[in-house]
């Protein structure tokens, strides 16, 4: 079984606090990383 590990780093914020919302380029680079990881099965940890 090969196993794959995405490092992922946050999408671009308006700020640095955990709940700054997402710049216009963030949603895009969120939708972005959506549609790469979608077809893959992600277990995602911390």
Do not use: W
């Not at 700054?20 to 940890?45: C, H, M, W, Y």
């Amino acid at each position: 079984m090969n196993t794959n590990i995405y490092i992922i780093r946050h999408c671009e914020a308006e700020g640095q606090s955990s709940d700054s919302p997402l710049t216009e380029k963030g949603f895009i680079q969120a939708n972005e990383l959506s549609d790469l990881l979608s077809d893959r099965k992600v277990e995602i940890s911390s």
